[in-house]
């Protein structure tokens, strides 16, 4: 009985001790963050801090970020690569989304699973039913070589990207608080004041 | 022919004659009746535009492909103008009692079919997900229902953006975790009289359940009951005409006057059971009977702050004329109804009067939005054709609003508060009305991303906090922009205009399903 609580009495100052030892490491982890971001990192002013972005996913002021891996359907590797060989980069429909700042298709497994990562603007899943009226072909061309797509109209389609996607473990956004149609509207509002001031120097 | 058949198609026939009696003035786009309307037409004469003018909207019984003897009224019906009513929630605490009381009611519960005839009181009878379980619909048909309705609108504040002052911490009973709503039902008439004798007929039907001296001991608990309805035609509280907007559905039956939104919207876009715009049926309750000719609706009540608005267009302008347009760019629409589209200088009472013309126009011809704002209140809530910064699909968004207003206009002039509640129940109905809420209020109307407006909310219901937080009175949640001639005009400091009290999530069950629900046992 005593042998047993010494044990005890043994294991928990283990315990201690690794709790000890871990926040000091944790400790030191933060202090030589705090250091080098001190000597290298600079200040710009905006929020850089994270939250979630739903159920899955971070967020970082107004921008998300998802991340996708999926197992590919027989051939689906090269006829996604076809695909977006023909696009040569220009998705014409992922410009219409609007939400849009970028995504990527990576492909991993000797070809068998597909990675994609988007960072979008806001919710994204308020805007699935959407995607689903307006882009349906496109959504499906795409995404249709993924092993068990339901398809973009089909009821259970949220529940299935979900299951395949992973939170980021960091996220960092470069301007947190601009959207894709900020920046397009600040490079409208730029160019407009630019060419009044070109035209005033004229006069 | 033999004579029964002979019988029936006469029969057929006066019922046809009966439909075109009961609601002449009315169009209908069938040549072999419009050469009867025109006979009509001729004989009343202008008493036709008036009548149209009531009816605002068509009837066309060739059009039907809907079940409108299953469906409620509330549904597919426009509320009458004016109107008088009252809304009534229950709590069952006793099951059997509570399927009593529906089956005693069933027969007053009004379907749609007779949507052109001359219009009698309504009751309409809807619940909640603790309803539906209070009335012991098996566990099978509950997980049937969708989780947002589960859940309940106070545990959706985070979809809904109903924070601090909206919170539902601060509601009022019986709303929410305030109370135990269970059953909501609504009497509305376009005459006191029809409304008051609808009304008692329905509290003498149920008194045998209630408890009036210890209410919360009897099988049945009235837990609130509030009248609404409006003289002044169809002002809103603010003084506004409103609630002009509403999709036809496509299948009902029933046109809408012109608007700019083209072809009908998929009926499973608002009733279950159908296809909806996306080409399939969505899942519904279960069993079919359950869910099948049923909907959703959103309920959400609104204590309005028409002095505050009143104060705030003063404020920020030079002259009454000037105040008055303000108001016209916040609602979109001037108070007579005429769209800034439209009449984008001065209020047009002929034009806002005019249903055939009120609501038909697009936006596409106001690319700047200097006739009327990206962030007006109805450009938002129906962007019809305007430039889509953010691919949405303005069809599946739309929402038939039931809304009544309740308490007094107040004045445009008075911009000192007196103390009386007036405000609006805010009624939404679509087969997914949680999911369209949902997205209504956090991208239409609690963020300005999808006008490219940055976080500009809409100036009406927007969640703004300036006073109540001692927010920054410059946060860009707070203005509204008005694009002009030569530049903008940008307004700051705008308040939370109309606050949120309550609300709930509500099933609005098929006239088989709540037999179906009353024959439980």
Same mark, same amino acid.
């Given at each position: 009985?005593?042998?047993?609580?010494?044990?005890?009495?043994?294991?928990?100052?283990?315990?201690?001790?690794?709790?000890?030892?871990?926040?000091?490491?944790?400790?030191?982890?933060?202090?030589?963050? +705090?250091?080098?971001?001190?000597?290298?990192?600079?200040?710009?002013?905006?929020?850089? /801090?994270?939250?979630?972005?739903?159920?899955?996913?971070?967020?970082?002021?107004?921008?998300?970020?998802?991340?996708?891996?999926?197992?590919?359907?027989?051939?689906?590797?090269?006829?996604?690569?076809?695909?977006?060989?023909?696009?040569?980069?220009?998705?014409?429909?992922?410009?219409?989304?609007?939400?849009?700042?970028? +995504?990527?298709?990576?492909?991993?497994?000797?070809?068998?699973?597909?990675?994609?990562?988007?960072? @979008?603007?806001?919710? #994204?899943?308020? @805007?699935?039913?959407?995607?689903?009226?307006?882009?349906?072909?496109?959504?499906?061309?795409?995404?249709?070589?993924?092993?068990?797509?339901?398809?973009?109209?089909?009821?259970?389609?949220?529940?299935?990207?979900?299951?395949?996607?992973?939170?980021?473990?960091?996220?960092?956004?470069?301007?947190?608080?601009?959207?894709?149609?900020?920046?397009?509207?600040?490079?409208?509002?730029?160019?407009?004041?630019?060419?009044? +001031?070109?035209?005033?120097?004229?006069? | 022919?033999?004579?029964?058949?002979?019988?029936?198609?006469?029969?057929?026939?006066?019922?046809?004659?009966?439909?075109?009696?009961?609601?002449?003035?009315? =169009?209908?786009?069938?040549?072999?009746?419009?050469?009867?309307?025109?006979?009509?037409?001729?004989?009343?004469? %202008?008493?036709?535009?008036?009548?149209?003018?009531?009816?605002?909207?068509?009837?066309?019984?060739?059009?039907?492909?809907?079940?409108?003897?299953?469906?409620?009224?509330?549904?597919?019906?426009? =509320?009458?103008?004016?109107?008088?009513?009252?809304?009534?929630?229950?709590?069952?605490?006793?099951?059997?009692?509570? =399927?009593?009381?529906? &089956?005693?009611?069933?027969?007053?519960?009004?379907?749609?079919?007779?949507?052109?005839?001359?219009?009698?009181?309504?009751?309409?009878?809807?619940?909640? @997900?603790?309803?539906?379980?209070?009335?012991?619909?098996?566990?099978?048909?509950?997980?049937?229902?969708?989780?947002?309705?589960?859940?309940?609108?106070?545990?959706?504040?985070?979809?809904?953006?109903?924070?601090?002052?909206?919170?539902?911490?601060?509601?009022?009973?019986?709303?929410?975790?305030?109370?135990?709503?269970?059953?909501?039902?609504?009497?509305?008439? %376009?005459?006191?009289?029809?409304?008051? &004798?609808?009304?008692?007929?329905?509290?003498?039907?149920?008194?045998?359940?209630?408890?009036?001296?210890?209410?919360?001991?009897?099988?049945?608990?009235?837990?609130?009951?509030?009248?609404?309805?409006?003289?002044?035609?169809?002002?809103?509280?603010?003084?506004?005409?409103? !609630?002009?907007?509403?999709?036809?559905?496509?299948?009902?039956?029933?046109?809408?006057?012109?608007?700019?939104?083209?072809?009908?919207?998929?009926?499973?876009?608002?009733?279950?059971?159908?296809?909806?715009?996306?080409?399939?049926?969505?899942?519904?309750?279960?069993?079919?009977?359950?869910?099948?000719?049923?909907?959703?609706?959103?309920?959400?009540?609104?204590?309005?702050?028409?002095?505050?608005?009143?104060?705030?267009?003063?404020?920020?302008?030079?002259?009454?004329?000037? &105040?008055?347009?303000?108001?016209?760019?916040?609602?979109? =629409?001037?108070?007579?109804?005429?769209?800034?589209?439209?009449?984008?200088?001065?209020?047009?009472?002929?034009?806002?009067?005019?249903?055939?013309?009120?609501?038909?126009?697009?936006?596409?011809?106001?690319?700047?939005?200097?006739?009327?704002?990206? !962030?007006?209140?109805?450009?938002?809530?129906?962007?019809?054709?305007?430039?889509?910064?953010?691919?949405?699909?303005?069809?599946?968004?739309?929402?038939?609003?039931?809304?009544?207003?309740?308490?007094?206009?107040?004045?445009?002039?008075?911009?000192? %508060?007196?103390?009386?509640?007036?405000?609006?129940?805010?009624?939404?109905?679509?087969?997914?009305?949680?999911?369209?809420?949902?997205? +209504?209020?956090?991208?239409?109307?609690?963020?300005?991303?999808?006008?490219?407006?940055?976080?500009?909310?809409?100036?009406?219901?927007?969640?703004?906090?300036?006073?109540?937080?001692?927010?920054?009175?410059?946060?860009? &949640?707070?203005?509204?922009?008005?694009?002009?001639?030569?530049?903008?005009?940008?307004?700051?400091?705008?308040?939370?205009?109309?606050?949120? @009290?309550?609300?709930?999530?509500?099933?609005?069950? /098929?006239?088989?399903?709540?037999? #179906?629900?009353?024959?439980?046992?």
């Amino acid at each position: 009985m005593s042998s047993h609580n010494n044990e005890n009495k043994h294991s928990n100052s283990e315990d201690l001790k690794d709790k000890f030892t871990e926040s000091l490491e944790a400790f030191k982890l933060r202090a030589e963050l +705090l250091v080098a971001n001190l000597k290298e990192g600079g200040d710009d002013g905006y929020d850089h /801090s994270t939250t979630t972005a739903g159920e899955k996913g971070l967020r970082s002021g107004k921008v998300s970020e998802l991340t996708v891996i999926a197992p590919l359907k027989e051939g689906g590797a090269e006829r996604l690569k076809e695909i977006l060989k023909i696009a040569g980069g220009n998705l014409k429909g992922a410009t219409r989304v609007g939400t849009l700042h970028d +995504l990527r298709f990576v492909f991993i497994d000797d070809d068998t699973r597909v990675l994609f990562c988007t960072a @979008y603007d806001g919710d #994204w899943d308020p @805007y699935i039913d959407d995607f689903a009226t307006k882009i349906p072909e496109l959504m499906d061309i795409l995404f249709g070589n993924v092993k068990g797509w339901p398809g973009i109209k089909d009821p259970s389609v949220k529940q299935f990207i979900l299951d395949h996607q992973i939170t980021a473990a960091g996220w960092y956004v470069g301007v947190p608080h601009l959207t894709v149609q900020d920046i397009r509207r600040h490079e409208r509002i730029v160019k407009g004041v630019n060419k009044a +001031l070109d035209e005033a120097q004229a006069n | 022919m033999s004579n029964n058949n002979h019988n029936k198609a006469l029969s057929g026939l006066t019922d046809k004659w009966q439909d075109l009696k009961d609601e002449f003035g009315n =169009r209908i786009e069938d040549s072999h009746f419009e050469s009867w309307l025109e006979g009509i037409k001729a004989e009343v004469g %202008d008493g036709i535009e008036m009548l149209s003018r009531r009816a605002r909207g068509v009837f066309n019984p060739n059009l039907v492909t809907m079940q409108l003897e299953d469906i409620q009224s509330i549904i597919l019906r426009e =509320r009458p103008t004016p109107y008088y009513g009252t809304i009534i929630a229950f709590k069952v605490n006793e099951a059997k009692v509570g =399927r009593q009381m529906l &089956a005693q009611v069933l027969p007053d519960v009004t379907g749609s079919k007779e949507w052109h005839k001359d219009m009698q009181a309504t009751l309409s009878i809807v619940m909640t @997900y603790e309803g539906l379980k209070a009335l012991g619909v098996p566990q099978s048909s509950l997980e049937s229902f969708p989780e947002s309705f589960k859940a309940g609108m106070a545990r959706r504040a985070d979809k809904l953006r109903d924070f601090d002052i909206n919170d539902p911490d601060n509601w009022m009973a019986p709303f929410g975790d305030k109370g135990d709503i269970h059953i909501g039902a609504a009497v509305i008439a %376009d005459s006191k009289e029809k409304w008051q &004798a609808k009304f008692n007929e329905l509290k003498e039907t149920i008194k045998a359940h209630i408890d009036y001296d210890n209410p919360a001991n009897g099988d049945i608990e009235i837990l609130m009951e509030h009248d609404f309805g409006s003289d002044d035609n169809v002002k809103n509280v603010f003084g506004y005409h409103d !609630g002009i907007s509403n999709p036809e559905i496509q299948g009902s039956g029933i046109q809408t006057p012109p608007s700019h939104n083209g072809k009908p919207i998929a009926a499973g876009e608002f009733v279950l059971g159908y296809e909806g715009e996306a080409g399939t049926i969505a899942p519904m309750p279960q069993p079919e009977i359950l869910g099948k000719n049923g909907s959703f609706m959103v309920l959400r009540a609104y204590n309005s702050h028409v002095a505050e608005f009143n104060k705030f267009r003063k404020d920020n302008t030079d002259s009454e004329e000037e &105040a008055e347009l303000l108001g016209a760019k916040m609602w979109g =629409r001037w108070r007579s109804g005429a769209p800034l589209i439209l009449a984008p200088d001065k209020d047009n009472k002929a034009l806002g009067d005019d249903p055939s013309r009120n609501n038909d126009f697009g936006y596409k011809d106001d690319p700047y939005g200097k006739k009327c704002p990206f !962030g007006a209140h109805i450009r938002r809530m129906n962007p019809r054709d305007s430039k889509d910064f953010i691919l949405s699909d303005v069809r599946i968004h739309r929402i038939v609003r039931r809304s009544v207003g309740f308490g007094e206009v107040l004045p445009p002039d008075v911009t000192e %508060d007196d103390g009386k509640q007036r405000g609006l129940f805010f009624i939404g109905i679509n087969a997914h009305a949680m999911e369209t809420v949902e997205f +209504l209020q956090s991208q239409w109307i609690n963020d300005g991303n999808f006008m490219s407006l940055g976080e500009e909310k809409d100036p009406m219901l927007g969640l703004h906090n300036v006073k109540k937080n001692g927010g920054d009175k410059d946060s860009d &949640a707070d203005k509204f922009t008005v694009p002009a001639d030569p530049i903008r005009k940008r307004y700051h400091g705008i308040e939370t205009f109309n606050t949120l @009290y309550g609300g709930e999530y509500l099933f609005i069950p /098929s006239l088989s399903a709540l037999k #179906w629900i009353s024959e439980l046992s």
